[in-house]
């Protein structure tokens, strides 16, 4: 049996909303990745380590062992599993998500402008298929394929809410917490594809080999995620 674990969260919201999870397994890193340049951040527990990555990278330091566990948004894990080694594109991967932390809470939606006017959207000038833009390029794919409509997918890498406000795009697929953000750009919801949260993702190696270490974090984490 192993006696150390690697956890994989990413800076911001997620690491921010994960701090009382980690609290409650008597987990507190001795530094903040606000006030540090460092990647690997040790915690009060000699066997338990940080490391700090992208968002969209915490699934793979986890399936490929670099992490054992990490908390990673169902978004990410949606679009991941698609690409994923060994993923097939319907949810089956190389690691476990054992349990739904109920953080980083919010919406994966289509929006589009609130006021379309007639032959604003040049849908006609892109062969009548409406024009997508998103970061979530396989979750669109497959939510549009799965309503039968056809439309052309456009990659971007963040600030979605423009694209429909400048013509680059009639629609976006985004995600939603407040609505804030739609508001401010003038756009609205115009169909819901999922809800979102964070889940608890271990690689499978390690679920068996840290099992003793790994088991009691999950039983805890369901209890307290049970209680909320
Ligand atoms: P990066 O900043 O590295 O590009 P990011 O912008 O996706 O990544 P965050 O904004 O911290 O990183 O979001 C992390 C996760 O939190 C997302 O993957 C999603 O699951 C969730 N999330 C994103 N936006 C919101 C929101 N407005 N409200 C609640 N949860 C959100
Ligand atoms: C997310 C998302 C939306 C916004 C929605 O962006 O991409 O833009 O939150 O939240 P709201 O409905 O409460 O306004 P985020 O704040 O993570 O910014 P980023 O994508 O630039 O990191």
Same mark, same amino acid.
């Given at each position: 049996?192993?006696?150390?674990? !690697?956890?994989?969260?990413?800076?911001?919201?997620?690491? +921010? $909303?994960?701090?009382?999870?980690?609290?409650?397994?008597?987990?507190?890193?001795?530094?903040?990745?606000?006030?540090?340049?460092?990647?690997?951040?040790?915690?009060?527990?000699?066997?338990?380590?940080?490391?700090?990555?992208?968002? !969209?990278?915490?699934?793979?330091?986890?399936?490929? %062992?670099?992490? $054992?566990?990490?908390?990673?948004?169902?978004?990410?894990?949606?679009?991941?599993?698609?690409?994923?080694?060994?993923?097939?594109?319907?949810?089956?991967? %190389?690691?476990?998500?054992?349990?739904?932390?109920?953080?980083?809470?919010?919406?994966?939606?289509?929006?589009?402008?609130?006021?379309?006017?007639?032959?604003? !959207?040049?849908?006609?000038?892109?062969?009548?298929?409406?024009?997508?833009?998103?970061?979530?390029?396989?979750?669109?794919?497959?939510?549009?394929?799965?309503?039968?409509?056809?439309?052309?997918?456009?990659?971007?890498?963040?600030?979605?809410?423009?694209?429909?406000?400048?013509?680059?795009?009639?629609?976006?697929? $985004?995600?939603?917490?407040?609505?804030?953000?739609?508001?401010?750009?003038?756009?609205?919801?115009?169909?819901?594809?999922? $809800?979102?949260?964070?889940?608890?993702?271990?690689?499978?190696?390690?679920?068996?080999? +840290?099992?003793?270490?790994?088991?009691?974090?999950?039983?805890?984490?369901?209890?307290?995620?049970?209680?909320?």
């Amino acid at each position: 049996m192993s006696s150390n674990i !690697t956890i994989a969260i990413s800076k911001g919201r997620i690491f +921010k $909303d994960a701090l009382p999870l980690l609290a409650a397994l008597d987990i507190y890193p001795v530094e903040a990745p606000e006030t540090t340049r460092k990647l690997i951040l040790e915690t009060n527990r000699p066997d338990v380590k940080i490391i700090i990555v992208r968002t !969209t990278d915490v699934p793979t330091y986890v399936e490929y %062992g670099a992490a $054992d566990i990490g908390i990673a948004g169902k978004d990410v894990l949606l679009e991941y599993s698609v690409n994923a080694s060994g993923g097939n594109g319907l949810g089956g991967y %190389g690691l476990y998500e054992p349990l739904d932390l109920k953080i980083a809470q919010c919406k994966m939606v289509v929006a589009e402008p609130e006021k379309v006017e007639p032959g604003e !959207t040049g849908n006609r000038e892109h062969g009548g298929r409406k024009r997508v833009a998103t970061k979530y390029v396989n979750i669109a794919r497959n939510y549009f394929a799965s309503q039968g409509k056809q439309v052309e997918i456009i990659k971007l890498y963040g600030s979605m809410e423009l694209a429909p406000v400048l013509g680059l795009a009639d629609q976006i697929v $985004d995600l939603v917490d407040t609505g804030n953000t739609l508001k401010a750009n003038g756009l609205v919801v115009v169909e819901t594809i999922t $809800d979102i949260s964070s889940r608890l993702i271990v690689n499978k190696a390690a679920m068996k080999m +840290k099992n003793n270490l790994i088991k009691p974090m999950i039983e805890k984490l369901t209890e307290l995620v049970e209680e909320k």
